[in-house]
């Protein structure tokens, strides 16, 4: 099967000035005090906005008390992204000796995805230190907040409404046009590949999110690609881990724009309102229950968040283990592994478990394409100092001359590795990570079928083994992915700048994203052509009009989740449409595991979930001989 032609990727960057800091619409000083618990001690908003009662709790979650310091993101009323950070100093002996606070701000989410936030993590950083020796000294807070506060009528911000921001006006463009199903569209803040990211030539933020993907990939290994997938379902997704939280903050914002839709399947999909994003977060705890009980792909949408493209679904993380005995609050669990993995002599990988405590694992496919995806990613430059660290690897800069024990996550090549072409990389010698041995990976993979082997043993068996295999077609196929990318995320002098040590990294976050936006589409676009494909087969009704659409409709879905609301409109339909049957061959085509039977549910879900319609899929394995089946 040789790789399908591709469009160049576009990629949507900022028009702000990277060095802008949001402006934020509250500033706090929470404090734990052992005899009231938690407690606000100074705070400053803008008018109406309550932070009482709420905020005291997300900026402190459990567990802090273990560590000296740490970065905490957090959503507030779903309109203000929040920062806190937090230290933890000697104290009195009245206060057992310790001193907890965290000084913390909020930005309107119209800055962006958590509203840039991490813009301010340094200088909150700074503030917290200074009020550990004197949490009294409250005028450096006061000259913060007169220096950063939200004002309106600056024509240099953007409202916290939303209203005359880059999303609002897209989409009051956009109200003229109508969806798939016939309602006017509604979808807008769509995330391309890099709109979180800084333009080309210049380094992001120390706390940016996105430069922890790298640690991302290298915690989760092939385990990355079934989140992804439940995060393409919208399902709700719980992470639980210990304190430190800010790595599964950084988490959070990693499964949440690598699950992104692009904005070109916007107008093949006719579910409506259309989940464009998939909402992050970030930190809770208990006092977010009800909120964490909205959003299931089954339940009504959100309508609150539907013209942000949120209205299923959401991932967030939580040091509170009590939440992971809520099952009806999630539909995925994960869990971290504890600090002490980090030290361990074989690597420990996260668990991730589908209600009722149903483990769930890497298919074959997904352990290949996982194999690949670190070799192929190679040829994009990454700064390992300006990467953090995790607790959960022990992995160390390579340019450290004292590590003699750990491997790298990629090499990193020089510029004359980096500019080579596809073909070059093709034949060169890739160095492993530890995380790259199939016995430390069989753990978390589905084991290989019978039917799998049997297959495969016959096909080499019937064609003298002269046949291309189907592996080397799928590493073709992964490889084209990343094809172009090079030329389109750098041009030629932004790499002689960063030759020159101008700028920062050169493409690694841009093209890790744009490899799962790509996958994203594949698998979509595929589907989209099978059903249609179905669709033009499917008879005609006896007036001689059409079938009915695939589109879901409103009337049966109003107050109904997705999949009831596809159920009702079945059953009222006289004309019931058939299940859309999937080959194995469509399976392929869309990258995944045709002998997996978790590969064959995601599609299903999927179709059930965008199309509002049910799916078949014929499994794998059937060869005929002269019209006759021999297996």
């Known amino acids: 099967m ?7 990727l576009h990629l949507e960057l900022p028009n702000a000035h990277s060095e802008e800091l949001p402006q934020i619409a509250a500033l706090f000083l929470t404090q734990f005090d052992v005899r009231v618990g938690y407690t606000i001690a100074w705070k400053k908003s803008v008018f109406g906005l309550d932070i009482l009662n709420s905020v005291e709790y997300k900026s402190l979650p459990s567990g802090l008390h273990n560590v000296p310091e740490d970065t905490v993101y957090f959503v ?4 203000y992204a929040g920062i806190s950070s937090f230290v933890n100093g000697k104290g009195d002996e009245s206060d057992r000796n310790a001193t907890m606070l965290a000084v913390g701000a909020l930005i309107p989410l119209s800055y962006g995805r958590l509203g840039k936030s991490w813009k301010h993590a340094d200088g909150l950083h700074t503030l917290a230190r200074e009020l550990l020796e004197d949490p009294s000294r409250t005028h450096s807070l006061e000259a913060f907040w007169q220096e950063h506060q939200y004002r309106p009528d600056d024509d240099n911000t953007r409202p916290a409404s939303g209203e005359g921001s880059p999303s609002a006006l897209r989409q009051q463009r956009r109200r003229g046009k109508s969806s798939p199903n016939g309602q006017p569209g509604t979808r807008n803040r769509a995330v391309s590949s890099a709109s979180a990211l800084a333009p080309p030539g210049q380094t992001l933020s120390t706390h940016h999110p996105a430069l922890s993907l790298s640690i991302f990939l290298d915690t989760f290994g092939p ?3 079934p989140l992804y997938k439940a995060a393409l379902l919208r399902k709700r997704v719980l992470v639980i881990g210990q304190a430190p939280v800010e790595i599964a903050c950084n988490f959070v914002y990693s499964i949440s724009i690598l699950s992104t839709l692009p904005s070109s399947l916007h107008s093949l999909l006719p579910l409506s309102p259309l989940p464009t994003r998939f909402r992050p977060l970030f930190s809770v705890g208990v006092h977010d229950m009800p909120t964490l009980a909205t959003g299931c792909p089954n339940s009504p949408p959100v309508e609150s968040l539907a013209a942000d493209g949120q209205a299923y679904g959401w991932v967030a993380c939580t040091t509170d283990d009590i ?8 539909d995925i669990l994960v869990k971290l592994p504890p600090e002490e993995a980090g030290r361990a002599d074989t690597k420990v990988w996260p668990k991730m478990q589908a209600k009722p405590a149903v483990g769930i694992r890497a298919t074959q496919r997904d352990a290949r394409r996982y194999r690949g995806l ?15 660290q995790s607790k959960y690897t022990d992995a160390e800069p390579p340019n450290n001359e004292s590590s003699t024990t750990t491997t790298p996550l990629l090499p990193f090549p020089s510029l004359e590795e980096a500019t080579t072409t596809d073909r070059d990389l093709g034949d060169a010698t890739f160095s492993p990570s530890p995380d790259d041995d199939d016995s430390n990976q069989q753990e978390i993979l589905e084991p290989q079928s019978w039917s799998a082997l049997a297959y495969n043993s016959f096909i080499w068996w019937a064609s003298a083994g002269e046949a291309r295999t189907d592996r080397e077609e799928e590493s073709e196929y992964d490889a084209s992915l990343l094809a172009n990318l090079g030329a389109e995320i750098n041009s030629p002098s932004e790499v002689r700048g960063a030759a020159r040590g101008e700028g920062g990294p050169v493409g690694y976050e841009m093209a890790l994203i744009a490899y799962f936006h790509r996958f994203t589409v594949l698998i979509l676009r595929t589907l989209g052509e099978i059903i249609d494909d179905d669709a033009e087969k499917a008879p005609s009704s006896a007036d001689g009009s059409p079938s009915p659409s695939p589109s879901r409709r409103e009337d049966a879905g109003e107050g109904r989740g997705n999949g009831e609301a596809a159920a009702v409109a079945a059953e009222d339909d006289e004309h019931e449409e058939e299940a859309v049957e999937i080959t194995s061959d469509g399976i392929t085509k869309m990258g995944l595991d045709p002998w997996s039977e978790s590969d064959r549910l995601f599609v299903e879900e999927l179709v059930t979930f965008y199309w509002g319609r049910t799916a078949r899929v014929k499994e794998a394995g059937n060869v005929e001989c002269c019209g006759v089946r021999v297996f």
């Open 2 to 8: 040789a790789p399908s032609k591709r469009r160049s």
């Open 76 to 79: 507030h009323d779903d309109k």
């Open 223 to 225: 385990l990355v690609f």
């Open 323 to 330: 939440l992971g005995m809520k099952e009806h609050l999630y």
């Open 374 to 388: 670190r070799r192929d990613l190679r040829r994009f430059q990454i700064d390992p100092t300006s990467r953090p």
